[in-house]
């Protein structure tokens, strides 16, 4: 028996059919659309494991499978590109991109952009009318992410709400016809970018695109098509944590009204209370595909040369022999060693712009409608069918009683 990790009631409810995962061993099976079945972790100590294993690689071909280019050569020319992203990318290479981008994610330059987060989010608030039942996700928890990412990179303020309608669409497709929907807005965000890298050359405007354009003119740092990927895979990937992370804290608040009070009284406490809204929600469920280099016995499983695996993040931050009463939000866990933001040499890049947005996001929203509650029955909430990703498709909120 394989396992659906897109079904409506894991969604949900994921604490069961992560238990039964977890009483068949340490490494199950379960399918993956347009992949097939694949291996998937189910405790903490195995996804650590995986994650840190240099028998497992991102890139197939390493693995003595076929190349992305070849595995995905139905694709439209003009995502070419896309396959020098560095998530999928191992070892050196990987670390040479990665090192490009460390600082500006790092915890001071993040600290030091917090003012215009801030400034960004109420922004948002105050184009939304509080009388009337708003979509909080659309209107706050998927924008605020997205202009956030133009802010570090250095777009103009006119630009920043363009490229973030264009971007906005490809973050969310769920199957292969959303997907083919979403090409046309792919090709123009690649084509606006480019545009805006020439543009940067001139004017040397100040931000993250002007020192990977930089980098990229340097020669033997970053090729053409790895910069296009890096700025594309920042909008896209770098910011999909966040806004299902907001989404459902704001839920999880107001599925618990006394750690809603709580916070209320003293926002100190969103720090703490962010961990474990990325362990308790696990808006990213597991991490992108892995394949073995050879013949491997992993945690007692027989692993062959090719197979695919991946790091179940969310039965990590589940497992009940890493976390006490797993099943329970506790806004004060501590400690929370969580996989929120993976593990090893892939660990998220923007897990502290993450973090600071979350409690950024949490902070003004709250402050500002403290007491905001559901504008649609509990039952009728649903998560969208997107793999990987344990994300709300609308939450409706009256900002004002």
Known sequence: MTHDLRDPAFLAHPGPQLAAMRAKGPLVRARIPLIGDVWVTTTDAAARALLKDPRFRRDPAAAGGRSLTRTY????????????????????????????VDPAFARGSIDDLRPRIAALADD????????????????????????????????????????????APIAGPTNLLSFARALPGLWRSMRFLRADFDQVRQSGRPGLIRDLVQAEDQGDRLSENELLSLVFTLFVAGHETTVHLIGGAILALIDAPDARAR????????????????????????????????????????????????????????????????????????????????????????????????QIALERLFGRFPDLALAQPRDRIVYQPRLGIRGLKRLDLRLRP
């Open 263 to 358: 916070l209320l009284a003293d926002p100190a406490g969103l720090p703490l209370a962010t961990e474990e809204f990325l362990r308790h929600i696990s808006p990213v469920m597991m991490t992108k595909m892995h394949y073995a280099s050879q013949d491997m016995l992993f945690d007692g499983v027989a692993v062959k040369k090719g197979d695919v695996a991946t790091a179940l993040l969310i039965g990590a931050n589940h497992d009940p022999a890493r976390f006490t009463d797993p099943e329970t939000l506790d806004p004060a866990r501590r400690p929370n060693a969580h996989l929120g933001f993976g593990y090893g040499p892939h660990v998220c890049l923007g897990m502290q712009l993450a973090r600071a947005e979350g």
């Open 124 to 167: 948002l608030l105050d184009r939304i009318d509080p009388d009337r039942p708003t979509d909080i996700i659309a209107a706050y928890c998927r924008r605020l992410p997205l202009l956030a990412i133009a802010e570090m990179l250095g777009f103009a303020p006119d630009d920043r709400d363009h490229i973030a309608r264009l971007v």
């Open 73 to 100: 050569w139905w694709l439209p020319g003009f995502m070419a590109p896309l396959m020098e992203n560095i998530i999928l990318k191992d070892g050196t290479d990987h670390a040479r991109i990665r090192g490009l």
